[in-house]
């Protein structure tokens, strides 16, 4: 298969406008004749779904919560970057590209990342227009903060409610279009299966998750922005609802699904209480800002009071070992910093499963100089929601941290104009691979989602329209629509009659283990390759003694849960599978067989490429293909913190 | 499981009794009696919840249904009438915030769905909101087209303004105002929205006919008038004030009064 990127020549800086004067456009006359899918309305899908409907398209929109203001892109919280240079620090589109290159340590598509630095300051400017609250310096313009990964202060941020504010923006506008009649919104809608009709994506079958209803759609076109698949290992920081599955079986239709094993640890989690946790709480990178992270010196001190670990006793392990950025080493290199103190017995916290897995970030140091009442402006929310879990304080002692999974770098394969290999399949948001190649930098996957939704998706999906032209649109009673309602509808009964006496969230349990421990922050060839027949064992068990109360035809929660965890079950050995042959270290993948002096070793001569992988059928194994990355400007370096 | 450490809040286990309520769409509904053991102090109450209906489908019986998703208090997903407060018995969090350790031992909790004539129930817990969704699609927004914004920083916006904005803006749409009045009265949420919205000078151009169209949009959805009770601001998780509603009321008074004069005066050219 040849993964054409579809990137413009001439020089980086150029080749997004050189590309877009090429695009064709769709005459504003006929817009409405054009039947446009999105599926999601997180910030990538709300962005694209109102801009379409700006443009003048026949937008249906689908999310399975109750309202498309719920997407989880409402749980951001530290904020978004933009090349603004407002606070006159050396920032420029070009420092933004490169520091977002090196920090997914290039295994990005330069050409990608460079029109999103480049897009980045028209997005501020969008959300301030829709009115977007973001923080602002007693002048009255706009405030920025340093994050994670950079050393100038390019984030805009609203409190610790960044994304919940951008994403009511996005709201604003696609109730805008809803109201105008030119965007349908179906929440309580899952999709459950694309449709191809004559090789392009023509339509999707979702189910009512109301009524049971499960029915088929056509279109002209699919965009799907369905988000991340971080919940493949149960406990994340994603919601409950967030799942693969409508990636999933866009892959099985044929879509490739790229670097799936490029997930993100944040170092910055509340740790885990006990078995009956359902997710983990996130509190933002930007406390890292104010806090110093440690762990005792000595094992023998992990069960004590850290007040009495004398100041001598204590290690400050990322500023001992990474003296430049200290406590803002980027995400990866801070979480296996962490994990390792861990290992070596030093964690901090109550024992959960015989082992102290916490670090200390600790705030004293900063209310010492600044004053309880400067830290509390700048995180008490983040200081009360981690009061309200845990039942402490952490202006009096060191809130207790540990990594969790956070954000999937890997998705659909998708090229410069966010089409992915199936024509008419567009793919934006978390959803998709293109940007932050191994590993993400904080406060970029806001812009990446509004990007793409705002500024990428309107041109290039018109451009597809524009190509297929009028007589594009099946009829849903083709018979490739009805073959697929079949298939989905086996499915779906398949899981309602079997008669076990397993519920889905023990195997979702099992799964997230099995991918916690092999596939999550050091990854082995003996792991990986064990994991791989767990996950299929686990699959077996899972078809014979699954069981799903209800009838479908209502509300069915365990229905919903059990479809999801299915597609997990056979994504899971997926991300496996391309662990397992991605024989290097880089960015969140590490593999402990590839480093030096405990840190990544890439291996740019066999791995500076994208792995994309097609479905090959129920028995046969995945075929795995390649796109080369080409760096025309940046330099591949070893990505150094230190 | 957890060993307790002496530093850290100590954790415990509760025997509870639940009454939950169920019902299908459409049908009348009553309240189903479980007791559940073994639930830790430092579970959240939607993790007790989970419990329960893990029990439920390991004896074949169907689950209670009910919204959640982000379970850390922003989505606004989750809604349950807990001993007849809506989001429980903790003032400023959701449900899905609520830990166990505000429980005691051999308890019994009554678990509800929202109550409230715009709000039917769907199933069990689960309630439909749309009516939320129509205000803000009748004007809840600014008119900006992706493309047509003017550079940010053109437009200083004081940080008091800003801040007060940013207060109203955190509203995440849960219902909980609307369940808690008698009234069934969405007040706080529209005030919110146009408290947010009006302040801002980029809202200014919009002001009247947004907040019109709003209180006309709650109007129609069924949601009951405001008598000033209160409970809305008592039970708002966000910290939502009843100053959103002074702020709704006197926008509204201004645009009525405007469009009084302007109908009765020049004839107006375009319509809007
Ligand atoms: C706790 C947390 C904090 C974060 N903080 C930051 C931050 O500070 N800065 C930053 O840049 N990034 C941050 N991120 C990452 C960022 O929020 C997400 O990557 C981004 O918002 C994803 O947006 P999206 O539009 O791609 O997907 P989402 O917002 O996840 O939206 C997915 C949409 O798809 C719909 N959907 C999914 N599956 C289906 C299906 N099968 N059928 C129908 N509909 C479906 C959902 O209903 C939803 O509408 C954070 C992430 C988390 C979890
Ligand atoms: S005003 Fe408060 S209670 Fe009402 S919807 Fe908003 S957050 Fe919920
Ligand atoms: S589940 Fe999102 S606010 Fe409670």
Redesign the pocket.
């Known amino acids: 298969m040849n993964l054409d990127s579809k990137i413009a020549s001439g020089p980086l800086s150029t080749k997004w406008d050189a590309h877009k004067a090429k695009l064709r456009l769709v005459n504003p006359a006929n817009r409405r004749k054009y039947h446009i899918i999105v599926v999601g309305s997180g910030l990538a899908g709300a962005a694209a779904a109102s801009s379409l409907g700006e443009q003048g398209y026949d937008v249906s929109c689908f999310c399975y919560q109750d309202s498309p203001r719920r997407a989880h892109s409402i749980a951001a919280q530290g904020g978004i970057n933009a090349a603004k240079n407002y606070q006159n620090d050396g920032d420029s589109v070009r420092r933004l590209f490169q520091d977002t290159i090196k920090g997914g340590d290039y295994r990005a598509r330069e050409a990608n990342v460079y029109r999103l630095a480049q897009l980045s300051t028209a997005i501020i400017d969008q959300c301030v227009a829709q009115g977007v609250p973001f923080a602002r310096e007693y002048g009255g313009l706009l405030a920025n903060r340093s994050f994670g990964g950079a050393q100038v202060s390019r984030t805009f941020y609203a409190r610790g409610q960044t994304g919940q504010q951008l994403l009511l923006g996005a709201y604003s506008s696609l109730s805008r279009q809803i109201g105008a009649g030119t965007v349908k919104m179906y929440p309580r809608h899952e999709m459950l299966d694309l449709v191809l009709v004559g090789g392009h994506a023509k339509g999707i079958v979702t189910r009512n998750l109301v009524t049971g209803e499960v029915r088929t759609w056509s279109a002209d076109c699919v965009v799907l922005c369905t988000g991340g698949y971080g919940n493949v290992f149960y406990l994340s920081t994603n919601a409950q609802g967030c799942n693969v599955s409508a990636t999933y079986r866009s892959y099985r239709r044929g879509a490739l699904f790229a670097n799936p094993c490029y997930t993100q640890i944040h170092p910055t989690c509340i740790p885990v209480h006990g078995d009956d946790q359902s997710k983990l709480t996130l509190m933002s990178e930007s406390l890292r800002n104010d806090g110093r992270v440690w762990v005792p010196k000595n094992t023998a001190d992990s069960g004590k009071d850290p007040a009495q670990v004398a100041e001598t006793d204590r290690d400050y392990f990322l500023e001992r070992k990474y003296p430049s950025y200290g406590n803002l080493a980027p995400r990866d290199i801070a979480s296996r910093a962490a994990k390792e103190a861990c290992d070596e017995g030093r964690g901090v916290g109550p024992e959960v499963g015989g082992r102290r897995l916490g670090v200390y970030l600790d705030f004293s140091a900063s209310i010492q100089r600044l004053g309880e009442s400067v830290v509390r402006e700048r995180y008490g929310n983040l200081f009360d929601m981690y009061e309200n879990i845990t039942g402490e304080n952490a202006y009096r002692r060191p809130m207790r941290i540990y990594p969790a999974v956070h954000y999937t770098m890997g998705g659909l394969w998708v090229d410069y104009n966010l089409q992915s290999n199936i024509p008419g399949l567009f793919v934006g948001g978390e959803a998709n691979f293109s940007d932050h190649g191994a590993n993400r930098l904080g406060a970029s996957a806001l812009m990446q989602g509004l990007a793409d939704g705002y500024f990428v998706l309107p041109y290039t999906v018109a451009d597809y329209l524009a190509g297929v032209g009028l007589s594009g649109r099946p009829s849903v009673e083709g018979v490739e629509y009805r073959d697929v309602l079949a298939q989905v509808n086996d499915r779906v009964n398949r899981l309602l009659k079997n008669q076990g006496k397993q519920t889905a969230r023990s195997y979702h349990k099992q799964l997230g283990k099995i991918i916690w421990d092999e596939c999550g922050m050091a990854r082995t060839r003996a792991g990986l390759t064990k994991a791989i027949s767990d996950i299929r064992g686990l699959r077996e068990d899972f078809w014979k003694n699954i069981s799903v109360p209800g009838t479908g035809l209502d509300v069915t929660p365990e229905l919903e849960r059990a479809g999801r965890v299915a597609d997990f079950l056979e994504f899971g050995e997926l991300m496996c599978r391309d662990a397992l042959i991605r024989e290097e270290s880089c960015g969140g993948h590490f593999r402990t067989e590839y480093q030096v002096d405990g840190e990544a070793k890439r291996d740019d001569a066999r791995f500076a490429h994208v792995a994309a992988w097609q479905w090959a059928g129920e028995t046969a194994e995945p075929i795995r293909h390649e796109e080369a990355l080409v760096y025309e400007e940046a330099q591949l370096s070893t990505r150094s913190y230190k | 499981m957890v060993k307790d450490n002496h530093s850290h809040s100590a954790e415990h286990v509760l025997n509870l009794r639940l009454r939950v309520w169920r019902q299908r769409r459409g049908q009348p509904g009553a309240f189903e009696e479980h007791a559940l053991q073994g639930v830790s102090t430092s579970a959240s109450f939607l993790e007790m919840m989970d419990m329960l209906n893990e029990k439920l489908v390991r004896d074949g019986k169907e689950p209670f249904a009910f919204d ?11 809604s349950m009438t807990i001993n007849g407060m809506p989001h429980g018995p903790l003032p400023g969090v ?4 609520l830990h166990m350790r505000n429980f005691r031992d051999g308890e019994t909790i009554t678990v509800e769905p929202w109550r409230a004539r715009a709000f039917p129930v769907l199933r069990d817990l689960m309630v439909d909101r749309s009516g939320f969704d129509k205000v803000i699609q009748s004007g809840g927004f600014i008119s900006i087209r992706a493309g047509s914004a003017p550079e940010a920083n053109a437009t200083p916006v004081p940080k008091d303004v800003s801040d007060a904005a940013m207060d109203a803006a955190e509203c ?1 749409g ?1 219902g909980a105002c609307v369940a808690s009045c008698k009234n069934g009265s969405a007040m706080l949420f529209v005030g919110a929205k146009v408290t947010h919205l009006n302040l801002l000078p980029q809202g200014q151009p919009e002001r009247d006919r947004r907040v019109l169209a709003m209180v006309r949009t709650m109007d129609d959805a069924g949601f009951g008038n405001c008598t000033n009770q209160g409970e809305c601001q008592a039970h708002c998780p966000k910290g939502i004030t009843l100053d959103v509603i002074s702020h709704l009321n006197r926008d509204y008074l201004g645009a009525r009064v405007k469009a009084f004069f302007s109908s009765t005066g020049k004839v107006r050219r375009g319509g809007d």
Do not use: L, S
């Not at chain 2, 959640?68 to 989750?78: K, N, P, S, W």
């Not at chain 2, 959701?94 to 915030?97: I, L, R, S, V």
């Open positions: 959640h998703d982000c379970r850390e208090g922003i989505c606004g997903m989750c959701t449900t899905c915030q995440i849960c």
